[in-house]
Nanobody
Framework: QVRLVESGGGSVQAGGSLRLSCVNS????????MGWFRQAPGTEREGVAT????????YYADSVKGRFTISRDNARNTLYLQMNDLKPEDTAIYFC??????????????????WGQGTQVTVSS
């Protein structure tokens, strides 16, 4: 079983920054890709950014390109999401997720196999 634990959420003003972390543990031998997703009240879960489990091959949602950076530290089994120039529309619960190899679109939430519990990010104007 794979376990994912997020941290780093909080409340900031517009223009501020936050860094989310996600530590993975357990049986990760067949994990291929990891990602960050978010869900605001009344909306569907959307993909934010994704990276290969070993690092590299990053993809971003258009709404966060140039502001968010996904990275991975394999020595620490940790996935990061650096969020800069935050906007009120970035307010959501952010989830870390992992999936096995798949031909599905890299930001397709339904194709991810393991999920963390989520961390709240609130951006005020």
């Amino acid at each position: 079983q794979v376990r994912l634990v997020e941290s780093g959420g909080g409340s900031v003003q517009a223009g501020g920054s936050l860094r989310l972390s996600c530590v993975n543990s357990g049986d990760t031998y067949n994990m291929y890709r990891m990602g960050w997703f978010r869900q605001a009240p009344g909306t569907e879960r959307e993909g934010v950014a994704t990276i290969l489990f070993t690092g590299g091959s990053t993809y971003y949602a258009d709404s966060v390109k140039g502001r968010f950076t996904i990275s991975r530290d394999n020595a620490r089994n940790t996935l990061y999401l650096q969020m800069n120039d935050l906007k009120p529309e970035d307010t959501a619960i952010y989830f870390c997720a992992a999936r096995r190899y798949s031909f599905a679109p890299v930001l397709a939430a339904e194709d991810y196999d393991y999920w963390g519990q989520g961390t709240q990010v609130t951006v005020s104007s």
